[in-house]
Every structure is written in C-alpha cells, then in structure tokens.
C-alpha cells in the first residue's frame, strides 16, 4: 500500500475528509494528514490522528514539529498526494504556487512524478468563477488530476456544483491514480 499526504483546506465539506481519511487508512494506506490553519480552526488535527494512526500537522513552527523542514519530509515521504477538500483559497494558492502553509509547501516540494490529485469543494458561483477556471486549467496543466465536485444542495443553501465527492469515489481515484503510477 502506499503513503498518502492528504492536505485539507477549511470548507464545510471538511467533515468528509475525517471519513476518507480513515477509509483510506482501513484500505491499507498509511495516511499523514495536513490542515491549513483555518480548517484546524474547524476541525482538530487529532481526529485525523484518531482515524489514521499517522501524525497530522498544521504547521512546521512551534513546540509541535518534528522536524526541520517538515514540508520536505512530508513531500519526500508522500507516493501520492491528495487535496481534498480543496477551497476556494487553497486551490487557488496551489495554483499560483504560492508557499505560506504547510499544505502548500508540501505541494510544491512533491517530487516530479508523484501522483497529485485535487478535490474542490465551495460554493456552486465560487466554483463557476472565472478566477477558479483558470486556476483549474492551470492546475491540471501541471500535471494535477481534478476530481470534479458533485452536484446537489449546498450547506451555503443552494443547489448546484461544488460538493466534495464521497469518501469512497476519492478512495477509487486515489487507487485508480496509484494503478497508473
């Protein structure tokens, strides 16, 4: 089986992440979650821990590290890298290759080669904006493997695109993208 960073931006969708990343851990995987500071702000890295058995991080500063460069560690240690949920702002960041978390350090450290597969998840108007098109583009340009959102009733209050996949349509992907490695 394989090791799989799995980094998490801070949507509603992100109760979802919880579950994949513990089916991924019961599929065999090892699974080493990393939050953006905003969705440790809703969701506590130790329930990644929890269902994973694996570290989880949000930062490489503070009395938590493990070492001097976790980014690189993480980066070099990952054979596959999943982003799910992907915001708005965490998507876009990736795209731009803009480096001030954790998550997006990880991202732009990931050897060439290794599987990169993202999973949106924002509101329907956010998703069909033209900012996030062209990210999109840009994204799967470099090599990322986008997994399209799904439709239905947001927790915003609309109906449309944008809601993260279930756990197990990205455990398929994820396998899918390690038979093709």
Known sequence: ?????????????????????????QSGHEVRAVLTPRAARLVSPQLFEAVTGQPAAVDEYGPERRGAMDHIELATWAELLLVAPASAGLLSRLALGLADDL???????????????????????????????????????????????????????????????????????????????
Not at 14 to 22: I, N, P, Q
Not at 107 to 113: F, H, Q, T
């Open 1 to 25: 089986m394989a090791h799989i960073v799995l980094c998490s931006g801070a949507s509603v969708a992100l109760y979802k992440a919880c579950d994949l990343a513990s089916k991924l851990a």
């Open 103 to 181: 998550a997006s350090t990880v991202a732009l450290a990931l050897p060439a080669g290794r599987p990169r597969l993202i999973a949106p998840a924002m509101n329907p108007h956010m998703l069909a904006s033209p900012p996030i098109a062209r990210n999109l583009a840009t994204l799967r340009g470099d090599g990322w493997r986008v997994i399209e959102p799904g439709s239905g009733h947001m927790a915003c209050g609309v109906d449309g695109k944008g809601r993260l996949p279930e756990p197990q349509e990205l455990v398929r992907a994820v396998a899918e993208a390690l038979a093709g490695r």
